[in-house]
T-cell receptor
Framework: GQQLNQSPQSMFIQEGEDVSMNCTSS?????WLWYKQDPGEGPVLLIA?????ELTSNGRLTAQFGITRKDSFLNISASIPSDVGIYFC??????????????FGSGTQLTVLP | DTGVSQDPRHKITKRGQNVTFRCDPI?????LYWYRQTLGQGPEFLTY????????KSRLLSDRFSAERPKGSFSTLEIQRTEQGDSAMYLC???????????FGPGTRLTVT
């Protein structure tokens, strides 16, 4: 099946620092989504991307849909303690046709140190 | 704000028992999805409904798993003869017809002892 390689697996940063994480695949994706998940809860949608090259912001978060359609990245600026959590990329592969299921990366665990 | 809701939030059962989970999607969403998530991994797709029709099923969905969405509203996921390997978080998501954005519920944590 489709696989998404998400990196890094974990990050420890100081409060106020910027963060960058990315997701790559050997396959082309039509849609990229970024989610944040807190322990014991479901993923919360942060940003959705639909076009190659698209750059979208949501507050301190910015995500881009790679031009090759095989990658995406998420930036968080000026991190704060509540940014702690697991960030997942997810995509809808172009090879799946009208199928609607998302393929998820394995997540980036973010820890923000005071 | 009526997001996706799931019930129960936690379920502990003995191996061999049957369990049923319920999902209530966002009311105007006609697409509904079930995913399974194990520790340290991203969610994995199980099955998908458009209105009351079950359109896709993953190979992960063995014969012991069945999902329904009567009348195209809430959905249930039943696992028969549970096994320890079924222990996981079961997530439900819904989306509107024209977008790929999926909104998740809080999940049901299943522990099979």
């Amino acid at each position: 099946g489709q696989q998404l390689n998400q990196s890094p697996q974990s990050m420890f940063i100081q409060e106020g620092e910027d963060v960058s994480m990315n997701c790559t695949s050997s396959s082309i994706f039509n849609t990229w989504l970024w989610y944040k998940q807190d322990p014991g809860e479901g993923p919360v949608l942060l940003i959705a991307l639909y076009k190659a090259g698209e750059l979208t912001s949501n507050g301190r978060l910015t995500a881009q849909f790679g031009i090759t359609r095989k990658d995406s990245f998420l930036n968080i600026s000026a991190s704060i303690p509540s940014d702690v959590g697991i960030y997942f990329c997810a995509g809808q592969p172009s090879s799946s046709g009208s199928a609607r299921q998302l393929t998820f990366g394995s997540g980036t665990q973010l820890t923000v140190l005071p | 704000d009526t997001g996706v809701s799931q019930d129960p939030r936690h379920k502990i059962t003995k191996r061999g028992q049957n369990v049923t989970f319920r999902c209530d999607p966002i009311s105007e969403h006609n697409r509904l999805y079930w995913y399974r998530q194990t520790l340290g991994q991203g969610p994995e797709f199980l099955t998908y409904f458009q209105n009351e029709a079950q359109l896709e099923k993953s190979r992960l969905l063995s014969d012991r798993f069945s999902a329904e969405r009567p009348k195209g509203s809430f959905s249930t996921l039943e696992i028969q003869r549970t096994e320890q390997g079924d222990s996981a978080m079961y997530l439900c998501a819904s989306s509107p017809m024209v977008l790929y954005e999926q909104y998740f519920g809080p999940g049901t944590r299943l522990t099979v002892t």
